[in-house]
């Protein structure tokens, strides 16, 4: 019989790993618009041509760093509201179920 302790660790382990999916994608996404931004400004900009390398990588990084976290909070809130809702489906479908062993079915169905 599995413990609440395997669940919880189990549902942790899930959250985990969407959080990991939302900061690798938010990480691509924002990376991608930051290379973009980084293009318009080499073009563009004589001053961001003037930046060193290693700024214009710091810049890169951090729109990168900035895309993972907020992807990955959106996708672990999402996570999390779809756990609750399961959860309170469960608690429902139990109480319903409870009930029709002690009261008994409904006669129309």
């Keep these: 019989m599995p413990s609440a302790n395997d669940t919880k660790h189990e549902e942790a382990v899930d959250a985990s790993w969407e959080a990991t999916r939302g900061a690798v994608s938010g990480a691509i996404k924002w ?10 400004g080499y073009m563009v900009s004589p001053l961001y041509r003037g930046l060193t390398i290693q700024f214009k990588v710091y810049l890169q990084m951090s729109g990168m760093v900035l895309g993972s ?3 990955a909070d959106h996708r672990l809130r999402q996570y999390e509201a ?7 489906l469960a608690r429902e479908q139990a109480y319903w179920q409870s009930f029709e062993r002690e009261f008994g079915k409904d006669e129309d169905e």
């Design 31 to 40: 990376g991608i618009g930051t290379a973009l931004l980084g293009g318009v």
């Design 69 to 71: 976290m907020l992807e």
């Design 82 to 88: 779809r756990m609750r809702v399961q959860r309170r």
